[in-house]
């Protein structure tokens, strides 16, 4: 196994066999997380980026079958921000030192282009050394396109699992694999920093799909790349699926480090719903970015899309003094900067 990671280390990649028999493996965790991590020193020292979540909307038009929000669930109570609501959040956000807004929302179609690009370009007229970051799910190129101009720099969409057949089984028939595929790459085109992604551990799911998600991600070369547990929500159809669990999701963070050496990696929050210190080992395995969350407090536990959701009490201020002491308390630092992606090529990492 050592063999595995050693070449994982030296080459950037594996082959599908070794790459199976590492996620399948234990014993070896201990050294992976080890790799990932000097990977990680090399390129962002210490430093943790912080990302200020704004959750936007809770109103979806879709129904992904793993999802706490999703249109058919009758008992999540339903809230949208206003302007004025998004606003106060950077500027709380601003004055913690974020210089990176993450609008985050389902698919809601009261925010036409129109209303999302006065929102981005207010937001960028108002905190020009700021990054703005869109996460609304799949949109035309020409909305795309809208944002870019209006100044959004980055964007965010999960790929979910980049197997058309688990895709199908994630997801209601209306909702198609090449379409979200074809989002990312246009987002890619259009020139985004561009985030993709994939649950671990979400029902159906096979080591094979988790090498298919590796070789997406190798094809589209995203800038960021989220992985959190599948966690189940008591009102949706995988009700009662078991969660993906930690050691899983920390041993492909790592190899993630290994194979994208620069790439933006969250210790997503859903981590740390499923183990107590869950983005700290996050951190140690390799990704190095956190989001707390900038939402207005009285909204925070209706953004549910999954059970069980941490840091929904919290004002912003507490959220990123919590996670300052949780990121030092493992010898790493919160950092004020807009946390870019450093982009380099393949062939020149070590
Ligand atoms: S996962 Fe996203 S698109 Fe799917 S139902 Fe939830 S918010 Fe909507």
Redesign the pocket.
Known sequence: MKKIIDKLFCTRDADDVELKELIESSGYDNYLYEQAESIRKKYYGTDVYIRGLIEIS?Y?????Y??????SNINADRYRLSKDDILSCCKSGYQLGFRTFVMQ???DNYFTDEIICDIVSSIKSMYPDCAVTLSL??KSYESYLAYYNAGADRYLLRH?TANDDHYRKL?PEN?HPENRKKCLFDLNRIGYQTGSGFMVGSPFQTTENLIEDIRFLQELQPAMIGIGPFISHKDTPFKQYTNGSLELCLKMLSILRLIFPTVLLPATTALGTISDNGRELGIKAGANVVMPNLSPVKYRKLYE?YDNKICTGEEAAECKFCLQKRMSSIGYNIVVSRGDFIKTTTTNFN
Do not use: P, V
């Not at 979806?60 to 992904?64: E, L, P, R």
């Open positions: 809770n979806c038009k879709n129904n992904c793993y999802c706490g929000i999703r249109a929302g389902g698919e799910g799949e979910e997801h909702l899309i």
